[in-house]
């Protein structure tokens, strides 16, 4: 079987999408300040020269690494609102989707690795700053498209729900991560969707 021959652009696609898999496991390893242009490029496969065809720098880099999996997060909250869905089958998903996030923590402490870069670089912290924001818009969007698609009225503006919940999940998942032991997988899960219960669904027995 011949080898299908990638078109410019889905070469340069691939290109990217290696450099940003590439920097995301060192940037787990080593941290940002530690990784080098040359780690990410040569972990890739690929030269210096070709990292800098791609971004223009790692924060760059790490900004795009970000927005991929802010892009994910939200594919995947969507997918939650496929029509037809019954309102318990949406509550279920939405239970089982906040309840068990902190398990994929990869990115998560990746994000934890970005706020620390963002109080150091003034320059880093516009493009971070703007990717939270967009994060904390789209979940207001489909906390405001939950109430109205199930008609649970909502106990705080959306906005507010929004930046709680966020902040309960990268709590919860910073304690998940560093103390195991005493914050169990049990308890985050618990505590997630309890809150969400009782919060969001408005479920008195939560």
């Known amino acids: 079987m011949s080898k ?69 997060v939200m594919a995947e909250m969507q997918a939650i609102f496929e029509e037809g869905a019954t309102r318990a089958q949406m509550e279920a998903r939405v239970l089982d989707y906040y309840g068990t996030i902190y398990r994929e923590n990869r990115c998560f402490l990746l994000w934890m690795e970005g706020k620390l870069q963002a109080m150091r670089d003034p320059d880093f912290r516009a493009g971070y700053l703007a990717c939270l924001r967009e994060l904390r818009e789209a979940t207001t969007a489909y906390i405001r498209q939950f109430s109205e698609r199930v008609g649970t009225p909502l106990p705080l503006p959306a906005e507010e729900l929004a930046v709680g919940l966020l902040a309960l999940s990268d709590g919860m998942q ?21 809150f969400f219960r009782r919060i969001v669904f408005g479920d008195p027995q939560s």
């Open 4 to 72: 299908v021959r990638l078109t410019r652009e889905q070469s340069r696609d691939q290109t990217r999408q290696r450099l940003l898999d590439a920097a995301q496991s060192i940037f787990l390893a080593k941290g940002f300040a530690a990784a080098s242009v040359e780690d990410i490029a040569e972990s890739a496969g690929y030269t210096r020269g070709a990292f800098y065809s791609n971004f223009t720098s790692k924060s760059e880099l790490f900004l795009q690494l970000l927005r991929r999996d802010h892009e994910q």
């Open 174 to 194: 910073f304690n998940y991560s560093f103390d195991p032991q005493e914050v169990t997988a049990e308890l985050t899960e618990s505590v997630l969707r309890g």
